[in-house]
Nanobody, 124 residues
């Protein structure tokens, strides 16, 4: 059973940075894709970033491109989301997700496994 456990959320002022971590266990991840999604107050869950575990290629939502970076540590089985130049509109619960495929979709329904989420609050 694949398990994803996020950490690293918190409160920060606009312009600040946070790094989210997602520890992954219970599977063979060499052929998985990993992603980060977020759900703001009163909004639907949306794609933020994705990457292929084995190839390391990445993709981002336009709203975070140039500010957020997804990466992984294959030894620690951990996926990260480095968030810089944070804005109040980045306030959301951030979720780690995985799918047993080498490619990924921006649609939430295409992902198989989800973490419990971690809150990020950005104040102006």
């Amino acid at each position: 059973q694949v398990q994803l456990v996020e950490s690293g959320g918190g409160s920060v002022q606009a312009g600040g940075s946070l790094r989210l971590s997602c520890v992954v266990s219970g599977g063979t991840f060499s052929w998985y894709s990993m992603g980060w999604f977020r759900q703001g107050p009163g909004k639907e869950r949306e794609f933020v970033a994705g990457m292929s575990w084995s190839r390391g290629n990445t993709g981002y939502a336009d709203s975070v491109k140039g500010r957020f970076t997804i990466s992984r540590d294959v030894v620690k089985n951990t996926v990260y989301l480095q968030m810089n130049s944070l804005k109040p509109e980045d306030t959301a619960v951030y979720y780690c997700a995985s799918v047993a495929a080498t490619g990924w979709s921006t649609q939430t329904t295409a992902w198989h496994y989800w973490g419990q989420g971690t809150q990020v609050t950005v104040s102006s």
